[in-house]
């Protein structure tokens, strides 16, 4: 299985949207996953509701009354759409979320000084469906909500959803395509990283900041069975390929 996570300019561009839908249909396989989240476009709807974005270390805190906002942006418009893009691309696209089947439930996470949360981190993943999905020539497109095991909303960062359906279904490739071209040292694309030269790295400094747990993260998911994780961005046609076939972005084994 490949699990393609998109986020940035190709998520909301419609034209680099369509060529990377294109080239979900040109690789003719039918294990592909894409997973979305959709943070941008929640704040906007969010601000009309009067609900202003708080983030705390990257994280959006999410209320009770801003979980509706999250279940309608991201279940409703977002993923109605990118499955009627992707059909309209020839695929035979089916919208899901973490609690369909049982994909990924988690718990409420707790911030200091905050009230009930609807901020979740994954517990469990399970990724049968995906598997009975995709078996069948199916496309599933994944929005990041879920729940907890009470059945309370929950609010998912897609990267983490991503990553846990990786590791569960012992993927052969989990994708980031962002606006980050790769790992950088002086400009340029770090091609490949493993276990040493990735610390290496981070105790020389060349990778700092957002990115040590990003990457760190990446080697969890590798070390937990996942063939390999690409972090790279989407430019034109062709990307995609270049990106699991290692000649763009940086992979991570």
Excluded: C, W
Excluded at 82 to 105: E, I, K, M, N, S
Excluded at 168 to 197: H, T
């Amino acid at each position: 299985m490949v699990i393609v996570k998109i986020g940035g300019v190709v998520a909301t561009d419609p034209s680099l949207l369509a060529a990377l839908l294109s080239d979900f249909a040109a690789l003719a396989r039918k294990d592909l996953v894409l997973v979305h989240g959709g943070g941008k476009e929640v704040t906007a709807v969010s601000e009309t509701f009067g609900y202003q974005a708080e983030f705390r270390d990257g994280i959006r805190l999410t209320s009770p009354a801003e979980m509706d906002v999250v279940d309608m942006v991201l279940g409703g418009k977002i993923n109605i759409s990118l499955v009627r893009r992707a059909r309209a691309a020839g695929l035979d696209a089916v919208g899901l979320g973490g609690q369909d089947g049982g994909l990924f439930v988690g718990q409420a996470r707790v911030f200091d000084g905050r009230g009930e949360s609807r901020t979740g981190q994954v517990t469990s993943a399970n990724p049968r469906l995906l598997e009975l999905l995709t078996s069948a020539g199916y496309f599933p497109i994944v929005h990041s909500t879920s729940m907890s095991p009470s059945g309370v909303g929950l609010n998912i960062n897609a990267d983490e959803a991503a990553q846990e359906l990786a590791m569960a279904s012992r993927a052969e490739a989990l994708v980031y395509i962002s606006d980050i071209a790769g790992v950088l040292q002086e400009g340029r694309v770090l091609p490949r990283l493993d276990q040493s030269s990735m610390e290496a790295q981070i105790a020389s400094g060349v990778i700092g900041g957002g990115m040590v747990p990003k990457v760190r993260s990446a080697r969890q998911a590798v070390a937990a069975g996942v063939g390999k994780v690409v972090i790279g961005g989407f430019k034109a046609s062709g990307d995609l390929q270049r990106l699991l076939s290692g000649a763009s972005g940086t992979t991570i084994i």
